[in-house]
């Protein structure tokens, strides 16, 4: 974004813009705008600069949780909901991760707090500061549009007056911008979710990524393990959200409702997001912010957080708090396993090696040396980080799902027509990520071992394979 200094090439459409950018996606620029920032406030883009705005996230959102559970049970809930998200090492690792679940935890707490402040009183201001809050989550991932559906929700279920609605809506309208924009330049708002077949989209990246998401489990016995031992008191909340609901209470029915489909997020992405099933889980960070203000509200409305056992309910989340200590500071890895000084908390991250201090890019060098003087060398690839572990060589990388190499999974095309269309490529290089699924999906779907072309095995690492694509003689 900062070399390009503008979003022309996203969501990439043509040869061109995936060599610069390799997803085919188009997720709303919020996270990237924010980190864009910070790097040319900071003059280079280093990791490290993006940590003073995942901090203030977290600092924001501790701030959001007390303000809410204010409404509920004054001081005394408020404190013990910002122990208990404290206590939610979970919650703290998916703020800090820097992707978008630091903001869309910040979108739905903030809706929480713009709804029942407005409940509570009805003053001005409320609902445009809910519509800021639902442009926040639209503008961190392509699911976003549900944070203003969320919030016209509690609208309703508030039964808000007219003039609220239109407050609400002169500033929630922005959320429509990047979908509209995404729609006009690729025919689908969400660009590369198919949406029931009802828009077009990039039909390889699509089948690559069902391909990918078949091999993989979806382990819920094993997330909600994670869930009771990394969130407890989230969960604890989720909890009280049923009971309160069945009460007929309307804040805890929007708040129920809230929790569910941003779990209903989470679960769709378990089989479409490369990382594990841990990784996922950051996902639901919207949904644990929630949890930990229904806890707060839980614990401080109890009988016996009252009179002289007020301190009980604190301190038994304080007891929390530091028993989970040790996984806060050490995830994404694990604490008991895992020494202290690897932990991220105390370790910095590894330096990525490029060039040729890359194993896989030392093979590809070497085979480029073979080829004749001035012959192109682009690399086909299946991994993003290729493109920037390659580009100290000044070798161009580019997805399988380009329109550069529509040439190699056409069916139709001739054997001359195909040798041509590989000439012309300049593609003689494929880099094959270590996975049965990826070497089934080029076997399958791709020409490249298909008279007269022919992959020849040029080299691997623990991580990949190498092949050059040649025309057999």
């Not at 919030?151 to 609400?168: I, Q, V």
């Not at 949890?291 to 304080?318: F, S, Y």
Request: glycine content about 8%; aromatic content about 12%.
């Amino acid at each position: 974004m900062l070399a390009r200094g503008s979003l022309d090439f996203y969501p990439p459409r043509s040869a061109g813009d995936f060599f610069d950018y390799f997803w085919a996606e188009s997720i709303p620029p919020g996270v990237a705008a924010l980190h864009a920032w910070a790097f040319a406030c900071a003059g280079g883009a280093k990791a490290a600069w993006t940590i003073p705005a995942s901090l203030l996230q977290l600092v924001a959102l501790h701030e959001i949780i007390w303000r809410t559970a204010q409404h509920f049970g004054h001081e005394r809930a408020a404190r013990c909901a910002c122990l208990a998200a404290a206590a939610c090492p979970l919650l703290t690792w998916a703020v800090l991760l820097g992707q978008e679940t630091g903001l869309t935890a910040l979108a739905l707490a903030g809706l929480a707090w713009a709804l029942i402040a407005w409940r509570n009183n009805h003053s001005g201001g409320w609902a445009a500061l809910a519509g800021v809050f639902a442009v926040l989550g639209a503008s961190a991932r392509d699911y976003g549009l549900v944070f203003p559906v969320l919030a016209a929700a509690g609208w309703l279920a508030f039964r808000a007056d007219r003039r609220t609605w239109l407050e609400f809506a002169l500033v929630a309208g922005l959320a429509l911008v990047w979908p509209l924009r995404t729609w006009l330049l690729t025919g689908n708002p969400f660009h590369s979710l198919a949406v029931g077949g009802v828009f077009p989209v990039n039909e390889r990246f699509v089948a690559w990524a069902e391909a990918e998401a078949a091999t993989l489990g979806l382990g819920w016995a094993e997330a909600g393990r994670y869930l009771l031992l990394l969130a407890p008191a989230a969960v604890f909340g989720w909890g009280w959200l049923v009971v309160t609901a069945l009460r007929r209470g309307r804040a805890a029915w929007w708040g129920l409702a809230a929790v569910a489909v941003v779990l209903a997020l989470w679960a769709g992405t378990v089989r479409s997001t490369n990382g594990g099933l841990f990784y996922t889980l950051h996902v639901a960070a919207p949904a644990l912010a929630i949890g930990c203000i229904a806890a707060g509200e839980a614990l401080a409305a109890t009988a016996w957080a009252r009179g002289r056992l007020t301190w009980l309910a604190p301190a038994l989340l304080g007891a929390l708090l530091l028993a989970n200590l040790r996984p806060t500071l050490a995830l994404p890895l694990n604490h008991v396993r895992t020494p202290w000084r690897e932990w991220p908390t105390f370790a910095a991250s590894p330096a990525w090696a490029t060039g040729l201090d890359d194993e896989t890019m030392a093979i590809v060098a070497r085979a480029r040396a073979t080829l004749p003087a001035g012959e192109s060398a682009s690399v086909l690839a299946d991994a993003p980080g290729f493109q920037r572990r390659l580009a100290p060589l000044g070798i161009d990388v580019l997805p399988l799902w380009s329109p550069h190499v529509d040439w190699l999974f056409d069916r139709s095309l001739s054997g001359e027509a195909l040798v041509r269309a590989w000439r012309e490529s300049g593609v003689r290089f494929v880099i094959v990520s270590k996975g049965q699924p990826n070497l089934d999906f080029f076997n399958r779907r791709s020409r490249w071992q298909d008279a007269p072309l022919r992959a020849d095995f040029v080299g691997e690492t623990p991580r990949a394979a190498v092949f050059a694509l040649r025309a057999r003689e």
